[in-house]
């Protein structure tokens, strides 16, 4: 949640909403859409699947910046809807988040960790499901921007940070939005990229640390936001709150890039 406050520079402004970007990428309904993809494309074009999270945010990019420029420019109409927009927004989220966690923990349970699993990936038609070319990431990532819980973010950090003062910063909004989203989904791809290759006992044993990740994540964020919604006053400010989710997974990150590099030279004599 952002909260209404004093005016901001725009340097702050586009950085705020660049790190609330990094959290967004690292939603983990991105990471399981991407991770599906950069495994199915793999045999089609390798080295382009490397780059299958750039494409799937450059497809959520679109949804991002329309729906961020629109809001910049109708802010004083919208504004007044703003609080019924963010928690109807984030009620979904939440939905989603714990669906999320649910159908991971289901997996775990069963020993089903070929690849994390996702919520709205799900609902996609089978065609993109099962689709292995990399530029299939376009339209996932567009489909994906028309979830309520993204309109609903990102018109609320819009409103919030704009307080309608036009169309231009309204885009800058969602480029900065849509900016950290793509570091974060092009670092997933190139990670699960790096898996992949790996051999399958070190896919395996790698996917499953993932998808724990994943799923705690998923379980945090939608904590997080319940624990809002009920009345909980964080002592953190929200973009600390995004800081320390997205650090976290970036460790996740270096952590596996780092383990599977080790394995794949073998014991030290």
């Given at each position: 949640?952002?909260?209404?406050g004093?005016?901001l520079?725009?340097?702050?402004?586009?950085?705020?909403?660049?790190?609330?970007?990094?959290?967004?990428?690292?939603?983990?309904?991105?990471?399981a859409?991407?991770?599906?993809?950069t495994?199915?494309?793999l045999?089609?074009?390798?080295?382009?699947?490397?780059?299958?999270?750039?494409?799937?945010?450059?497809?959520?990019?679109?949804?991002v910046?329309?729906?961020?420029?629109?809001?910049?420019?109708?802010?004083?109409?919208?504004?007044?809807?703003g609080?019924?927009?963010e928690?109807?927004?984030?009620?979904?989220?939440?939905?989603?988040?714990?669906?999320?966690a649910?159908l991971?923990?289901?997996?775990?349970a069963?020993?089903?960790?070929?690849?994390?699993?996702?919520?709205?990936?799900?609902?996609?038609?089978?065609?993109?499901?099962?689709?292995?070319?990399?530029?299939?990431?376009?339209?996932i990532?567009?489909?994906?921007?028309?979830?309520f819980?993204t309109?609903?973010?990102?018109?609320t950090y819009?409103?919030?940070?704009?307080?309608?003062s036009?169309?231009?910063?309204?885009?800058?909004?969602?480029?900065?939005?849509?900016?950290?989203?793509?570091?974060?989904?092009?670092?997933?791809?190139?990670?699960?990229?790096r898996?992949?290759?790996?051999?399958?006992?070190?896919?395996?044993r790698a996917?499953?640390?993932?998808?724990?990740?994943v799923?705690?994540?998923?379980?945090?964020?939608?904590?997080?936001?319940?624990?809002?919604?009920?009345g909980?006053?964080?002592?953190?400010?929200d973009i600390?709150?995004?800081g320390?989710?997205?650090?976290?997974?970036?460790?996740?990150?270096a952590?596996?890039f780092?383990?599977?590099a080790?394995?794949?030279r073998?014991?030290?004599?």
């Open positions: 949640m952002i909260a209404h004093a005016p520079s725009v340097g702050v402004i586009a950085f705020t909403v660049f790190v609330l970007g990094l959290r967004h990428g690292a939603d983990p309904d991105h990471l859409a991407i991770d599906n993809l495994r199915n494309s045999g089609a074009k390798e080295r382009l699947s490397r780059f299958v999270g750039t494409l799937f945010a450059g497809g959520h990019s679109i949804m910046l329309s729906i961020a420029a629109l809001a910049g420019l109708l802010g004083t109409r919208l504004a007044l809807h609080q019924l927009l928690t109807i927004g984030t009620w979904v989220s939440i939905v989603t988040l714990f669906a999320i649910a991971n923990i289901r997996q775990l069963l020993n089903r960790t070929a690849t994390a699993a996702g919520f709205k990936t799900a609902l996609l038609p089978r065609s993109l499901r099962a689709a292995t070319s990399p530029l299939a990431a376009i339209p990532g567009l489909l994906f921007g028309l979830g819980d309109s609903s973010q990102v018109a819009a409103l919030a940070l704009t307080a309608g036009g169309i231009a910063l309204g885009a800058l909004i969602g480029l900065s939005f849509s900016l950290g989203m793509t570091v974060t989904d092009t670092l997933d791809s190139l990670l699960v990229h898996l992949c290759t790996r051999s399958p006992l070190e896919l395996v996917t499953r640390i993932w998808i724990y990740a799923t705690g994540l998923a379980i945090a964020v939608g904590g997080y936001e319940l624990a809002q919604l009920l909980w006053t964080s002592p953190i400010p600390a709150v995004s320390l989710l997205v650090a976290a997974l970036l460790i996740v990150f952590w596996t780092a383990w599977s080790r394995e794949a073998g014991p030290a004599f």
